[in-house]
């Protein structure tokens, strides 16, 4: 099986660089290596250390692989723009320094979706002249991301943007070309906007460069979109729970991706709240245990 297992700074609660909760950026590169991972993504910019000396020597000593990184940013707010902007710049530089392949879109959380996230009958969706402006900008990191410096770069559909629902999702694949964008696909936040995540891999394997193992606790979900509860909130509530203990079947995930040839990186995500009742690096030892039990070394 030539499939890696990595994790990420937001099972560590890590959402946004400047949050004084977050843990220290060393502790959490300690904490995955503990926890049996050979590679970590970036996290938000700013969270780990821009300089390349600094975090490329803080890697190597650990026997750490950066995989990538995420640009987690308001893409349906056009006067954010410039910000955008900004943060992708420094996170595909900080990818390049380091060797990591994989660039990571997804539109942040937006008000007027939040309280419809897992309701995609009820939610508010952009009229055409507001899509077209949306997936331009989002095309235009695409092709920066790929073009200027070299890197795969994927659309990740998340609860409470604008690229949730399977639809959305479906109708952003169709709008920008492959060769600039392709799919990274989260089996918990598939899960969360009601669709199933192995059957979409299927259909869009031919797109999917990047994958995201997270697992959603069926009860907290049901009782999250009933109360329409905001997606941090239901991140302190467990919504996001140990994987093979929720809704995700990862026998069909391992089973769809070895027979059709999958190769690099997978990544464990499991979103929390940095002062919750667990702690990160059991959760984050308990998903790499159970990931070995189905041959995912």
Excluded at 19 to 41: F, M, Q, T
Aim: aromatic share 10%.
């Amino acid at each position: 099986m030539n499939i890696k297992i990595g994790n990420a700074p937001c099972s560590w609660g890590v959402e946004f660089a400047n949050d004084p909760r977050n843990p220290e950026w060393e502790r959490v590169l300690d904490e995955c290596k503990e926890a049996g991972y050979s590679g970590i993504e970036l996290g938000p910019i700013g969270f780990m250390p821009e300089d390349p000396k600094v975090l490329g020597d803080a890697l190597e000593v650990r026997g750490l692989t950066l995989i990538g990184g995420v640009v987690f940013r308001p893409f349906h707010e056009p006067q954010q723009w410039n910000e955008i902007k900004d943060a992708s710049h420094r996170t595909c530089k900080s990818l390049v320094s380091h060797g990591a392949k994989h660039l990571v879109l997804i539109d942040s959380i937006s008000p007027r979706r939040a309280p419809t996230a897992g309701r995609p009958d009820e939610a508010e969706r952009m009229d055409d002249t507001e899509w077209k402006g949306f997936s331009d900008r989002i095309r235009t990191i695409a092709k920066m991301g790929t073009e200027e410096y070299g890197l795969t770069v994927s659309v990740h559909p998340h609860a409470a943007g604008f690229v949730d629902f399977k639809e959305e999702t479906e109708r952003l694949l169709a709008d920008i070309d492959p060769k600039i964008l392709k799919l990274c696909l989260d089996t918990g936040h598939s899960h969360y906007a009601g669709f199933d995540p192995v059957a979409f891999m299927r259909v869009y394997r031919d797109r999917l460069s990047y994958v995201h193992f997270k697992d959603i606790d069926p009860k907290v979900k049901s009782k999250a979109v009933a109360n329409r509860t905001g997606f941090y909130d239901a991140c302190g509530q467990g919504i996001f729970c140990n994987l093979g203990k929720g809704m995700t079947n990862f026998n069909a995930v391992r089973d769809l991706l070895l027979s059709t040839e999958y190769e690099g990186w997978c990544t464990v995500e499991q979103d929390c709240d940095p002062l919750g009742p667990t702690s990160p690096v059991d959760d984050a030892r308990a998903n790499r245990e159970f990931l070995a039990s189905l041959d995912f070394k």
